[in-house]
Nanobody
Framework: QVQLVESGGGLVQPGGSLTLSCAAS????????MAWYRQAPGKQRELVAG???????NYGDSMKGRFTISREYGKNTVYLQMTSLKSEDPAVYYC???????WGQGTQVTVSS
């Protein structure tokens, strides 16, 4: 089974930027759609961004214009570039193979001055 490992979370000031990485244990991006989700305490998990095997992207409404999802085939890695981080962005961010319902372990993002 494919495994996903997220990294890159941490503490950032409001208005700052952070890039998350999701490394897959084998090459899958040409076959499957990938996505980033997040879950804050007491809230439901929500879609942050997705990218299809064909390269089409979609974003949650509050992330449009601030977040960018991309992938690097050679490294089997999906990235989430986050800019202009706000007080509502802190959460555990999860990577997912949408087609297979396989999740990573998550990485914590904290936004605080």
């Amino acid at each position: 089974q494919v495994q996903l490992v997220e990294s890159g979370g941490g503490l950032v000031q409001p208005g700052g930027s952070l890039t998350l990485s999701c490394a897959a244990s084998r090459s899958i991006f040409r076959i499957y759609s990938m996505a980033w989700y997040r879950q804050a305490p007491g809230k439901q998990r929500e879609l942050v961004a997705g990218i299809t095997s064909g390269g089409s992207t979609n974003y949650g409404d509050s992330m449009k214009g601030r977040f960018t999802i991309s992938r690097e085939y050679g490294k089997n890695t999906v990235y989430l570039q986050m800019t202009s981080l706000k007080s509502e962005d802190p959460a555990v961010y999860y990577c997912k193979i949408d087609d297979l319902n396989i999740w990573g372990q998550g990485t914590q993002v904290t936004v605080s001055s």
